[in-house]
């Protein structure tokens, strides 16, 4: 009414706009299903009695999920390590994989045998885990920081980076001085363009996700036209369809020394992001709430993006570009384990792995004795189901 007086403490206005905010949306329950963190809730009024249970529900949750995706790459990984133009009986794989690991089961294998799984198939399986947890993990990072489903780890310039320089390699001619020579290129590669992309974007005056996405196009598009350039410019044959095959990613010839190269940055990398759950969900909820609730905004993106960044490089540097891995892998999981993040990326990490293994056995098997190369295979799969999801997603928002 006109001319009633109103203390501040009977405002209307704040309490207005915190029933408005994004961060309640639709109250307590909305937010817990876009992630928000059970404490936050707890802290708006919930009693502590609705709390517990629902706390417990979602570490059962937890475990149960990332238990099954766990327990189906162990699968995975050995009828990868069992199956191929020498098959391996699946308890002889299992007692050879073992005996690395120094437990004798007691079942009798030739070493024939044990050549095949150990210094054959083993060092791959385990380059196709180590490189399809990097990429899962960072599509999940990229479309977290994004805000963006169409976000995948090479979205900022990363893949096109390695490519970059493992394609001049291979045309100098310098791939065949020593073995490590290309994945060193891809790497220095990969690492210089992410420095180009955050340098433009640090040069700015609007540091926005946005710019930066944006900025990331850009440098893609320039180093595509690089790779052309390169190629066009290819002295034989060979050459070229030594790089078409980089560009392709595949898992031929990988050994224990690669794995040894890899495991250490990408085990620490997904280690160091599962640590940002929390933030990654106060991300999603916007910048303003992520403020309130002490997330540095700034310099968490920058950190995640970072990770993101290290193991795909990282990754790509062994294997070549391998596409579709870290962008349906987190879609997928999304419908199936919920948005948080606290959940979702290590989900994403062994989801990407079960994804690549089960990738890399069909291209060995399906067109025998033609192999295809693994990334072909996840395109293949990937773009099929990546077009069933946008459509899905469409007609959802429409009806």
């Not at 990770?307 to 891995?325: E, K, N």
């Amino acid at each position: 009414m006109p001319g009633r007086p109103r203390s501040p403490s009977a405002s209307p206005a704040a309490p207005a706009r915190q029933r408005q905010s994004p961060a309640n949306g639709a109250g307590a329950a909305s937010t817990m299903a876009a992630g928000f963190p059970l404490t936050q809730t707890a802290a708006k009024g919930l009693p502590q009695s609705e709390v517990e249970p629902q706390v417990r529900a979602f570490h059962r949750r937890i475990a149960s999920v990332l238990a099954i995706l766990a327990g189906l790459l162990v699968v995975a990984v050995i009828l990868g390590s069992s199956i191929g133009p020498v098959p391996v009986p699946f308890d002889k794989t299992v007692a050879i994989v073992l005996q690395r690991l120094g437990l004798d089961t007691g079942v009798a294998f030739s070493a024939r045998e044990a050549l095949v799984v150990d210094q054959v198939r083993l060092p791959r399986v385990l380059t196709a885990v180590l490189v399809g947890a990097a990429l899962g993990t960072a599509g999940t990072i990229m479309q977290g920081v994004f805000r963006n489903p169409l976000a995948d780890p090479g979205v900022i310039g990363v893949s096109s980076g390695a490519a970059v320089g493992a394609v001049t390699c291979i045309a100098l001619g310098w791939s065949a001085a020593h073995r490590w020579m290309l994945p060193a290129f891809a790497f220095a590669g990969a690492m210089a363009s992410i420095a180009l992309v955050f340098g433009i974007w640090a040069s700015g005056r609007l540091r926005s996700v946005s710019t930066l996405l944006l900025i990331g196009i850009g440098i893609n598009s320039l180093l595509s036209a690089v790779i052309s350039a390169i190629m066009t410019l290819a002295k034989n044959e060979q050459e070229l369809r030594g790089i078409v095959f980089w560009l392709q990613g595949g898992l031929d010839a990988r050994t224990w020394e690669h794995v040894s190269l890899i495991a250490l940055p990408i085990v620490l990398g997904i280690a160091l992001a599962l640590v940002y759950g929390r933030d990654m969900n106060m991300l999603l909820l916007g910048e303003e709430h992520a403020k309130s609730a002490g997330v540095h905004v700034g310099r968490t993106r920058l950190v995640l993006l970072l990770l993101a960044s290290l193991i795909t490089g990282t990754g790509v540097a062994v294997t070549g570009v391998i596409g579709f891995v870290g962008l349906i892998v987190p879609h997928l999981l999304r419908l199936i384990a919920g948005p948080d993040h606290r959940l979702l990326l290590p989900a994403s990490a062994l989801g990407g792995a079960l994804f690549l293994v089960l990738a890399d056995l069909v291209s060995r098997v399906a067109f025998q004795p033609h192999n295809l190369q693994v990334g072909v295979v996840t395109a293949f799969v990937g773009a099929p189901l990546f077009l069933f999801m946008a459509l899905r997603s469409s007609r959802a928002g429409v009806h």
